[in-house]
Structure formats: C-alpha cells, structure tokens
C-alpha cells in the first residue's frame, strides 16, 4: 500500500499548458504533487502570458519562473543549477511534437498528454532523441493507475481467463451532441485537424481503451482492423465524433470497440470487457473500486479494492483501502509515480529496472498512435479491413 | 392495464414440440394460457410419442388428442367439428417450414419459433399461402411483449430523442463457453447446419435484437451491413458461436450489435441503447421493469413500469402495476395475446385493424431471416459491407 | 423446474372480489390460473353486481355463477354437484373473519389476503373450524414464492451463515405521501381503523417482511420487541404511514424494520438482509432474480436463478431459466401452487405431507397477526419494549 | 471548481501519529497537501521513534523534526521563528484531550479525528480554551467534503425536499465480524474503552453517520433519542459491535441509524436516505459521484457530479470535473482546504466568514459527543428513550 514514503529524491518538475482556463492541468498537479514525488518549480502555463503568471503564482510558483512560452523556459531554466528536470507539456495535439522534441534536446524529461503526436515517424523520431539523450518520455494515459487495472492484468497473466477469446472496449459522452456553435476553445481545437491531429474521438477517448487494453493484455497483438467513422455534427469532418473500430488479434481472438462524443446522455464512461475461454472480467472507470469476475458455471464474483485476497501487486498500488473510495487523481498520482520511478532508474542507468517496470512511456504513445494511424486508414478507405502495420 | 376480461373467444390450440424435455414449451403455455385466451386442446409434443402423450394428459389434454406427429394432429383434428385452431411450433429450426405449410394448408393458424425459416424465398412462400387462404403467421419473438419496450417505441415515435444516431444492441452470454462434448440435444441441432439453419448465436438470439429494434425503430431501414462471425469452438464451423454486425441506416444512423454464447459468465443477457440527437434510452432484458432515459446536460432519468408518467399505451399493456416486477412470461402472455387479436381481427376480417395492430407477424419473421440472409452474405464474403436487400 | 406437468385434480375455485376496480385480483387469477391447476368456475367480483357480473363473464366465468355476494356464493354452489371447493378473498381486511368462517363452515377450503384478521384471537378461531373440518386456510403471502426466497431459506438451514446475528428489512414506499384528499376507495379503506384493523403500513406491507423472514429463519422466536408508528399525514390517525421496528431475538439476534408509505419517491419495494457469523445474504423484490450472498473476506457472489449452482429445492420452483426473468406473477404461481397441493393433501389425508410442506397457511396467517399485535402494543405504550407474546 | 490556486499563505503543519503502521495518516496527508495550502514541517509519527523518524524522512521531513512525541514537538517547534502552526492528531482516542489542550495551550491550531474526546464537558473546555487562543481547532469528518454532500445540503435549504420526516442512516461493515484474537494494535485500542472511550462502532463510524446529517439538515435537532446496542464479540463489551439508534427530530421527523462492524460482507459502507413531504435524496459513499434525487410520482433522477444542473456551491468545491470519478481522497483535500480558510480567517479576525463558513470545528467535534453520550445513557438504560440533551 503506498503511504507517500519514498527513497526517490524530489523531482524538480515544469509545466506547459495547464493554466486557469484548461481542465486537465489540475489532474497533472493532482497526479504528480500527491507525495511530493515532484516539485513545481516554474511554467509556461497560458498563452495569455500575465494571466498565466498570475495563475502560477498562485499555485506557488515564483513569479520569475512562470515563463511566456516553452522557449523561454528552457532558455531560463537550463541556465540555472537548479533548473527544471521534466516537464508536463498539456497542451493542445499539434503542439506535442515541437515542444517534446524541444526539452528532449535541452536535456529534459518530458511528460506529455495523449495522444502523443500525429505520426508513428514523429513518434519513432522522439524516440531516438529520447534514447540518445538518456531521457524518459512519459505519456499521460491517466486511467491505468487504478489497482484494479493491475488486478485484471494480474489475472490474465496467471491464467484465469484462460485463452482470451473477446475485447469489448466503449469509451462513449454525449457531450459534444449539439454542434459547436458555443464550442470552447478546448472544444475547437480537437475538431481541426490542423490541431488535433488525424482524429477526434479516437485520439481523444479511443486511445486511452486501446492502452488499457495493451496493459491487460500485453501478449496480443493486432493482425487486422477496421474502423468505421463518421461525424454526426458535420462540421467536425473530415474528423469523426463516433467510430466503431473491429480487431482481429493474433490468437483468433475478436475485438470491438465504440468511442463517441454524441453518446446523448452517457455518464458511464469507459467500460472493458475481457472475455477469455474460462472467465470474464468487467470495469469501469465510472466504478472503479470494483470489479467484476466472472467464471461461466458459477455465481459473478465482485472483488472491492484494497481486499487481500487481491493480488499482492494490486494492493501495492492501493492508496485509501478497502471500503474508502479512489478516484481518478489517485490513479493518475500512480502514473505520475510510475514515470517518477522510470526517471530515478534512468538517471541511475539502471536498465533493468527499466525493463520490467509498467508505466505509460514512449512505447505506449507510439502504440496508441500506431493505432490511430490504422484506423484511419481503414476509415479512410472506407472502413474496410487494413493489415495493422 | 391488463386484468384479464377479453370479448375474443377462447381459440382452440394447439402445439407441436414443447414437451418434457424442451423448455421454450413452458413458456409458449404461460404466454398462451395467461389468461384464458387460448385454450390447450391437442398437441404431438414429443418425439418419443409415449413421454409427450403422458406429458399432454399431465398438462391437462385428452389422451387421445395427444398425437404422434403434425400429421396425424392435423388428420384427427380438421376431421372434429371442436379441431384445433391454431397450432405453435417449438421444434428445431429445420422443421419450421414444413410443418408452417403444412398447418397453413390444413386451414390453421400459426405461431412458429424464430427464427422462422432458413431463407428469405421460404418466407415469402408462406406469406404468399397465408395471405390466401386467410390466415395469421406468429413468430414468438418473445420479449418484445414488456411495457417498457412499448415506451421506447412511444418515445422514439413522439421525436423526444431527436433524430436517431447510433443503435447499440448485445446479447450475450457463455452457457457454450466450453465444447460441446456433453451437449444437449438442444444444443446438438443448433450448431449443425442442417438443423439450424445458416446460423447458430446470429438467429438464436441476434433476431431478438434486430426485431426488438425494428419495434422501436420502425422508420429506420439498413442500407447496408458488416458481419464478422467465429466459431471460438471449431466444431461448430461452419455456424458462428460469436459475431459483430456493423449496419449503416438510411438515416445516416450507424448501428453495432454483439451476439455470443462463449461470453464466458456474462448473466446480463440482452441491452439495447438508441442514441438521438437529443437523448437516449437505455433497455436490458435483466432488469426489464426499468427503462434509462438520458438527456445530454439533464440527471438521468430512471423510468418505472407502471407509473402514471408513462404513454398510455405503455400503461394498457402492463399487467402486475408499479412497484411489483414483471417477468418474461408477462411478456410472452402479451405477445400471445397480440397474436390472439389478429387471429380474431382476421376471422372478422377487419384488416383495418390489422393494418395498424403491432404483433410479430410474418413480416417481423421474413425481416429477421432476410437480415440473418445479409450477415451471412457478408460474413462468408469476409466480412465485408453489403448493400442490405 | 416447474413445466406445468401435475397429477393433482383441477380445483374448481371461485373469489370474492378482485373485480375491475382492484388490483391485487388479477394476481390472484395470475397465480392460480397459471398452469391449470386452478379453474375459475364462480365469484362475486363486485359491490356492484352488474359490473361484477360483466367483469366475470369477461373473464370465462358463466353469468349464472357470478353472485351479488359471498352468501349467494355458497347457497347456490354448496348446492351444485359441481360446485366450487376453494374461494379466494380479495376484499378490505374488515370482512375477511366473517368471510373465512363462512366458506369453512360450508365445507370450503380458504385463500384470504394479508393481514389475515384483525387479532389473534379470531385467528385462533378460525384455525379450530378449519381443523374441525378438515379444510386449508391459505394466506396470500405472494413474495415468498420466489426461487431465491427459498435458495436463502436453504442456504441457512445448511449453516452457511452461521449464526444468525442481524436481520434487516424495509418495505417502503412513497405513494401515501401526499394526503389522502383524492385517495382512492382502495386506499380510503386502508387508513381506516374500522376496515383496516389495528394498523395501515405495518399490516398492509410489514407482514410481508416479516412471512419472509420467518421462511427463511424459521429457529429464530422473537423475544421482545419496540415499535414506534407514527402519521406524517395526520388523518390517517390512530394507524401509521411509517413505522420502525427493533426485534430481538431468542438466540440473540437483533432486528430492524422499516416500513412507509411516505418515502417519497422510493421505487426499491423491499429488502432482505440477512446477517450471519460467517456471511450475509442480501435479496429484494425489485430485483428477485439475483441474490447476494457476502462472506466476510471474500468477493462478494451475486448468484442468479436458474443456474446449476443453487440448491435443488430452489430450482425445483424455477419457472423460466436462467438467464430469464421471473417476476411476482411467478412467486403468486408458486405459491397457490403450493395451497393447491396443500389442499389435495387434505383431501387425501395425507398429514405427514403437510407437516413438511411449505406454504403459507393458517399458522403464518396467525404469527403475522401476533407480530401486528405486539407492534400495536409496544406503539401504544409509548414506543417501549414488549415481551413478544 | 478547484484548481489549486489559493490566496493564503501555505500553513507550517505537524502531525502527531499518522506513521507508517497507521492507515489513516495517510488520509490526512492527502487531505493536507493537495494543492500546496499546507507544508508538512514536523511531526512525532510513531511511538517507535526510530521508526517515525525514518518514515518522517521518507515523506520529506527534515530528520531534526521528526520528534519522540507530541512533548518534545511542542518544546523544539515553538522556540522556531519557522516553527509549526498547526498539527493534526492520528492518535487513539484516549489521547485527544491531552494533547489538544497542550497544543492549544502552546499557541497552535489543532485538526483532531473523530470521536473527539470523551465527553462532552471536554469538548467546552477545549473550547473555552480556543475561543481565548484564537485558535481554530478542526475534526476530521472526511467524508464531508464530497461536493454531492453540499449539493444535498443545498437542496434541502431550498425547499426541494419539502419538510423533512425521515432519516435514514447506515454505517456497517464486517471486518470485524470474527473475534479479535489476531487483532492488530489499531483494532484493540478501538474495543477497550480506556483507550476508545465510552463507545467502540458508535463513536468510530457513527459519528460520520450524525455529521453528515448534521451538514445535510443543520436545522433538525434531535429531542430524543433511544439506542441499542450489543456486543456480537463478548470480548468487547461493555463496547458495542453493533447499534440501533432511533431518533425524534423537533420537527416531528424520524431518524433510524445502524451501525455495525459484524455485517459480515457488507462492502457497501455508508448510505444516507433523506425524505421530505416532496422528495427524497439518497447518497451512498460507496458510489460518492453520483446522488438519487426522487420526487414521488415523477422518474428517478441521477445527479452526477461535476454537471451544470448542479449548485453552483456544489461545483464550487468539484475537483475532477464531470465523467472523472472523485474518490475519498479529494473529499478530504476540501476539508482539510476548510479548515485551512478557518484558521486564515481567525489570523486575520475574519470572524464574519467564520460565521458562515462550513467547516467541521469543535461545534462539530462537541455536537458528535453530545449525540453518543446519549446514545450511551439510553443504551446503558436498557435501551430506552431519553431526552437529548
């Protein structure tokens, strides 16, 4: 159970994006400030350059390092002793690429949201500097720091399901049902491909199944796919609100997948089902303190987090306990950890350790965009099948 | 609200198949015998003559109008001035087109197990003998009879959902998990295409789906479909124990629908979600008293069968009242009932009242097996789409 | 599992009210008419005598057997060879002493509503004639017939529970919250001390709880008990729209009670909580098809009825399957199933049969009055202990 | 909604227990350093010194403040210009008084968990001593900073509910179903009532139940109040493991609560139902993001978290935004963020916003004993009713 102690030194830790106006630059700080793991120490926070030092300010940043712009920032930074060590780029899709490439080549860790960039070359290029830098990219899949996304890799991993057979993934909100008109600027920019990227919803939503899936289930891979996409709202095109996405996996096995933003009315989120040959497992994140088991014969087990009959793993990961609810900031306190972890390890050379140890990292966002990439590609030609390549 | 009190005679029925070793037959009489509707005079129950015909006299019939067979049932009876009027059929798939015309011929009326027959030129057949000779086809699509499917259909057809965008159907569930070395008869002829038919899991349980949906989306029509059907145990081949169908309406709607009997330990059996532009509704046959009405931006809502906020056709039909629960066999009384009304609206020849009368008929058999026809179609091409015709 | 097959005699059965004005009559035909082990031969439906008698041919019965009252009833049955042998009452609490004891005396078997009488004394009454006469006197109890119901009844008897330590039960309800200014006829009744007897809530639904935990603890004798009741609405006074109960137990068992029908809104019916040493059972109406079943330390098991799992005795009363839902017309089937087999029993002079066999009759009617009684008593004094008696 | 920026000073905090044995410290911790509104400085965090100064080490506590006890804390912190504001006490019950008054007396805030102390004569000297400091002394009801508890509050001060007739509260768990022979040191303290004080599962988990009543209905008070209680585990009497409370409010409403640590199984935690003349609210910190809002005669509505409709104080104090699931840990964070404006507001002689501002305080902490020295007194009686005073 993690109780805040920690051997790893402080982290001395940056932001771009995240200001007043954005939604998940508090689940960055929630994340990465839980046990002190991290320590903000200067921003780039807002384009709006004095309502973000302002805002920095407040979250108890000093005032001359809450920077203009990510430029600023490593110029400033880099010069000083104690200068930032990794930074959290929240920002919007088209903006990743610079930005991870630019801290990458000053010498900093980055953390990025999802998804990472627009193309698998962006993303093997990262990748190289990243490894010839002796850097970690971290990306911010937020959801799979709960225990009980260990709890269901855990059990596929020891053979409790048997032979996966189906992937049953839905990532579904009706919040972009009406069109755009009063759209956000949060809202507009993931609508324009010239910001968001090839997709909407499939990068936006879509990617953060795809990823829990991989974690469940590392062993399978994707022989084929087809996606059918479609924008409800026809402004949104040539990107796509809705999109149904079947895979075939290498072992036979079936998946499919639902992600859409005009789900009118759907407050349940995302939802997996991993169906295997002997028993199934069911969780979502609306629920995430529990899970549902299922063996074909016998009565449905529901397991409640923090339990000890879990797996010793899952319980290492728990924070509150059994009977005392977690939320999505504990589980993103876990990623933001995890990529801690994966930090300390790099700076020690400690290769092995970087091995075996879970977090989402440069592989895991060049995968989700691998995905996006054969997704649209199938949709593209019209939602025919593509060898995932 | 339903009490029992009926104008319409008592029909004079009778039924082939449904005995001691069935189960759907438990349920053709708790439909039919509900409420004294019909009235059980004659059946050939059982293979093994001698087992049906003690089972007949224990479910209340004359020993001698306990038959061999549809043939001799038909002989004895059109040879008696009180002879059977209407004759359901709860025999494997294979024998439902024959026996149908057989009874049709014979100057009775019917009501068949779905899926009705193997092809769509069957259906047509039989409509073509039905229509002439002035006689009513029911097919026991059994769990369209509950109120709150009435509801979805009152709702749809007042526009409170707005325009229909996604159609999500499933059911599922893992009772053929494992191989079917010690399966039951009753499983033995639904995996083999000669007694089956071109499907297995697709016509078992996907035409509850598809008709389901037609009931509460009438104006919607597939333009065309996907369907990737499997066989997770291989001695199942060349039928499907697993399958997805992408549909695409002429509305623009897009559908997806799961069906499976490998879904190892899944107890929720079927749920269906239509998606409006303004709302939701949310149905599951597990828990079929309530009904999730969701307006983007509003609480959600949960609807209660028999309250007073309902449609009045929801409240004609509903026969426990609020606050006790209804079961699939206060479905089946329902949908058993319809078909009493068309027997008796056609014997008085009001097809005025038939024109509008909503109970599955012939055509809601003919449609269920010309959408197995397209899967399949597609299916065995690939999976790939194909016009729907 | 019940498939309709029975070897007892059709019983001619009449009733005393449940016309079209009332509700509760057609869950008495639901129940008795399901599998034909009842037929419907007479009744005096109705105040009104024509529409009583409209109503009863509507629902099959001859004209000349639907009487202006229950003492036409038995002058012209008693004199028929034909005659009916068991009469359900379905008319307000206030006549069901003066009825009961009128069928018993003219040699008819009794199937009368809850709360049986007004005191225990008439109970005590009725049960010397009915012995004296060799007659069944069966209580309408009609939850108690599902399969679950008796799966926890099974699963304490094994001892898998342990020691009963905390019994737990609501029955609330929010359709008395509003006052009673247009309340119905069926309602007016009920909040009246001279039609209703000594309680509103506590007899017209608390009784229900307390059949049901008496069915499934039957070791368990209360030793003292404390009710407070009170009126929200205060004409209802000297009866009570909300009332709670603390019970214990003679092996130390401690329960609590809630019943209401002022809790607005509430949709959730009743509720079972069965606590023990090692596990806990969890079980309520509005869901009957599954149960819960919690040991301390272990996932919790929903177990669903149908399956394979559970104790023979609770699928030897399934109806529908698994996977299929029963609902409370289901419970009533089982349970004038049950008086019906009860009543051949004493026709054949089989007491040894009925020793064992479980159904409500005479005895639950006599304990749920006794309980109603002591309630009364403890509310009376002040919301003090009694001594259960 | 929150972000994190804040105008107050970052608070110089302690702790005193909370170590690496204990569960709940981390609790406070979380609460505490959310987003940076408090800096913990020092603490005596085990009775093992060694081991606290290590675990304080490990959550970045400089090695010369981490102290032998609460004494040495007090003596070393107060002769720093930077020493400690205000320390949070993790420690069993019996210890509260002590060292609250010590803190106090030495200058310093206090935030103290629940129950406070023993009685309630305790609670007004402690509080005679804070009003004279200017000190703030705060109680850890963590569960009260859910943002539906404040929207539960609000739509009672609106009228939504109409007036309120009855409470309904439940608090049980099982983890205490077996006897305590394994018990480990945080479960012994709790059944000894030197080291507890008057109550075990009253006192524990009970007053959560009462608080949260208390923030949702702050104009109800109890007149009386009769309570039952019972040791299921002999070795804990003459504590509770199980309790009945029974309550009249001033307003002619009626409370019943159960709490139990013997409910074997029971993984569902607490649940608050509320019910007015027009609607109820029911509540459950199992699923804390969601809250049923049931107006008689209308559908359920299901408010869910972080959405428009809700109160603007509701959404003031949201964290995760809407569709992101908060867990106990941010509830906690709003209530140590309170307590935190308390005490800024004390430094600056705000006392207008102490007025009006809800914060758990000593009225709180005294209210909780004052409501289980009842429940003692009738209890003790013999479980009858007595006069709250």
């Known amino acids: 159970m993690i109780n805040g102690e920690s051997k ?3 982290l001395r830790w940056g932001m771009i994006g995240g200001g ?11 994340g990465a400030l ?15 350059v004095e309502r973000g030092r302002e805002f920095g300010v407040n979250i108890g940043v000093a005032s ?3 920077y203009a712009d990510y430029k600023e920032l490593i110029a400033k930074e880099t010069a000083r002793p104690d200068g930032v060590e990794v930074v959290s780029i929240a920002t919007p899709n088209f903006t990743h690429f610079e930005i991870t490439k630019a801290f990458l080549e000053a010498g900093l ?12 070359a962006e993303c093997e290029e990262v990748r190289k500097i990243a490894e010839a830098k002796g850097l970690i990219v971290g990306v911010t899949y937020g959801f799979t720091g709960h225990p ?14 048997g032979d996966i057979r189906i992937v049953d993934l839905q990532y579904t909100h009706g919040f972009n049902a009406g069109d755009d008109t009063n759209a956000s600027e949060a809202q507009k920019w993931r609508t324009n491909p010239k910001t968001s990227g090839p997709t909407f919803v499939l990068g936006d939503i879509g990617t953060h199944l795809y990823y829990l899936s991989e974690v469940v289930l590392p062993h399978l891979k994707i022989d084929k796919l087809l996606c059918d996409r479609k924008a409800f709202i026809p402004t949104r095109e040539p990107l796509e609100d809705h999109a149904t996405v079947l895979m075939h996996y290498d072992n036979g096995a079936r998946g499919h997948l639902w992600v859409s933003s005009v789900d009118a009315g759907n407050m349940r989120s995302h939802r997996y089902r991993f169906v295997g040959s002997k028993a199934s497992l069911e969780w979502t994140d609306s629920f995430p303190n529990q899970l549902s088991y299922e063996v074909q014969g016998e009565p449905v087990k529901i397991l409640h987090h923090g339990m000890p009959y879990l797996e010793d793993e899952t319980n290492a990961i728990d924070r509150m306990g059994a009977l005392h609810t977690e939320g999505l900031g504990d589980s993103w306190a876990n990623i933001y950890l995890w990529i801690a972890q994966a930090i300390d390890a790099k700076k020690r050379g400690d290769e092995a350790f970087l091995k075996t140890h879970r977090y989402p990292g440069i592989e895991a966002g060049t995968e989700g965009v691998r995905w996006l990439e054969n997704c649209v590609r199938s949709a593209d030609a019209g ?5 995932f390549k």
Not at 20 to 30: A, E, S
Not at 383 to 387: L, P, Y
């Open 20 to 30: 007043r106006t954005g939604q998940v630059g508090y689940k960055h700080r929630t």
């Open 8 to 10: 790893i030194a402080r």
């Open 64 to 66: 001359d390092r809450c």
């Open 109 to 120: 860790h980055v953390i990025c949201e999802k998804p990472l960039f627009f193309t698998v």
């Open 383 to 387: 939602a025919v099948w593509v060898d």
């Open 148 to 161: 009980l996304v260990e709890q269901m890799a855990m059990m596929v991993k020891k053979g409790m399901l």
């Open 34 to 48: 839980r046990d002190g793991t991290y320590q903000l120490v200067c921003g780039a926070f807002d384009l709006d």
